[in-house]
């Protein structure tokens, strides 16, 4: 691996001072527009990495830093994202952080608003937004914007806001992804049924409204749409959705391919293996340990995984690199791969690794 170049070596080639670059790498002022440009130039062409630890060492300064997601049970996708927040909070430990937990249920947009709304209350320096719902995010970043605290969105992001940065897939590619697989995989006869959450206020989800159009999309290009079966559940309580699920299965027989657009789809996956109902293919996203035994049992066909370790430990990196230098990504929204993930290759996707 190459070394990187030192401050040194960086203001001789600029031709300026040592001081010169540490004021520009800490975004301070006392530089000519002129220098600080060549400066920066320089930086990026040699792919300059700021020194957290240093920094924080230096500093000496406590940062309170929000995090706002929906909440989570061991094992569950946004549970793997907060281990990737955990990972990034550990590997900065020498900086001084107050990192607080705000959850909600992502089913209810209601305690989406009640999460939110507490949010300024505890004076964050920095916010990390999981955002479910379009007014309930809306509304925080506004007041975020207003009072000047710089947040960042993770799994999903929102039209007119302002986050320093987004780490997300790419939600309608991840639609189509599904509607590729399921048409391959079934008959051209067969029907494919879209089973879609439902919300107690009938409010539809950023990144499953997001994958539905892609998947929408893809049907049209492919003159599928008339295979769709669109079905609305609450997923939100699975014990609820059996009635549901078998009365689906029994009115249309047709239906030999499943896509569940967020992370439950070990409900759709659990009910046909013990029903015992074979050959139908189900699609889902995330790796999730119940989705995973589906997998590994065969009743889920395929997953699709968009790293939430990574995701998290991104966000975190981010914002202590603005905090403390006042930096901000040249490229904002930063999209993560979108892995199909079939029993074959589980082994090699099951990993904590944020770094994967």
């Known amino acids: 691996m190459a070394k990187q170049a030192t401050i040194t070596e960086i203001a001789k080639r600029a031709g300026v001072s040592i001081g010169t670059v540490d004021r520009v790498l800490h975004n301070r002022s006392g530089v000519s527009k002129k220098s600080r440009e060549k400066i920066q130039a320089i930086l990026d062409e040699v792919g300059y990495k700021i020194n957290l630890h240093t920094s924080a060492v230096a500093l000496r300064k406590e940062y309170r830093i929000v995090i706002s997601v929906p909440e989570a049970s061991e094992g569950e996708y946004w549970d793997s994202l907060l281990k990737g927040i955990s990972q990034a909070m550990e590997e900065y430990s020498d900086i001084h952080i107050i990192c607080d937990t705000l959850a909600y ?8 608003r009640e999460a939110f709304s507490k949010v300024a209350g505890l004076n964050p320096d920095a916010v990390i ?23 960042i969105f993770v799994d999903t992001t929102f039209p007119d806001t302002n986050p320093l940065a987004a780490f997300t897939a790419d939600q309608p590619a ?3 992804i599904i509607g590729s697989l399921l048409c391959s995989m079934v008959g051209k006869d067969d029907r494919i049924a879209l089973i879609l959450s439902k919300s107690g206020e009938n409010v539809k989800a950023q990144n499953a409204e997001q994958r539905r159009q892609g998947l929408l999309q893809y049907m049209a290009q492919t003159s599928s749409s008339g295979r769709l079966i ?7 309580s699975p014990s609820s959705t059996h009635g549901q699920l078998a009365s689906l299965f029994g009115s249309h027989p047709e239906i030999k ?32 340990d119940r989705n995973i035994r589906c997998l590994e049992d065969g ?11 990574r995701q998290g430990f991104l966000a975190v990196t981010t914002l202590l690199e603005y905090l403390l230098y006042r930096r901000k ?28």
């Open 174 to 176: 991840g639609g189509s």
């Open 329 to 356: 990504s040249l490229n904002p929204h930063i999209l993560m791969p979108l892995d199909i993930v079939l029993r074959e290759n589980l082994p090699y996707y099951q990993t904590t690794d944020p770094g994967v």
């Open 105 to 112: 249920d992502q089913f209810d947009p209601a305690s989406c």
């Open 257 to 288: 391919g499943v896509c569940i657009l967020n992370s439950r789809g070990h409900i759709v996956g659990e009910f046909l293996r013990n029903e015992g109902i074979p050959n139908i293919k189900v699609v889902a996203f995330d790796l999730t």
């Open 299 to 309: 009743s889920i066909f395929a997953l699709i995984c968009q790293r939430p370790e």
């Open 129 to 151: 937004i999981g955002p479910t719902f379009d007014r309930e995010t809306h509304d925080l970043c506004s007041k975020l914007d207003e009072n000047g605290v710089p947040y």
């Open 230 to 236: 669109e079905v609305e559940l609450d997923l939100g």
